[in-house]
Nanobody, 126 residues
Framework: QVQLVESGGGSVQAGGSLKLSCTLS???????VAWFRQAPGKEREGVGH????????YYSDSVRGRFTITKDIYRKTVYLEMNNLKPEDTATYIC????????????????????WGQGTQVSVTV
């Protein structure tokens, strides 16, 4: 069973930065890893995803230009670097891994991802 553990969440003022980590129990090279977020009372929202066999990534309009997904194959870790954070970014951030790899050309869909972490909380204050 693949396990994913997120870390790095916390509370930050608007305009600040955080870097989240998603550490996987298995190698993920060649598969897609995504970041989602879920705010209280709202549906889970795709933030972005990366094809780990290369560098192709795709982000939602709301985070493009502010968030970046990177990977470290040897550490089995995928990162979400978040800059210029806004109060509307407040949510639980959850990483997920797909069974296959594909070129990300649209925002990640929950149905595309099989393995999920528990999430890490991010709170952005004014």
């Amino acid at each position: 069973q693949v396990q994913l553990v997120e870390s790095g969440g916390g509370s930050v003022q608007a305009g600040g930065s955080l870097k989240l980590s998603c550490t996987l129990s298995h190698e993920f090279h060649g598969r897609n890893v995504a970041w989602f977020r879920q705010a209280p009372g709202k549906e889970r929202e795709g933030v972005g995803h990366i094809y780990t066999g290369g560098t192709d990534a795709y982000y939602s309009d709301s985070v493009r230009g502010r968030f970046t997904i990177t990977k470290d194959i040897y550490r089995k870790t995928v990162y979400l670097e978040m800059n210029n954070l806004k109060p509307e970014d407040t949510a639980t951030y959850i990483c997920a891994m797909a069974q296959i790899g594909f070129t990300p050309v649209k925002i990640p869909n929950v149905a595309e991802y099989l393995y999920w972490g528990q999430g890490t909380q991010v709170s952005v204050t004014v």
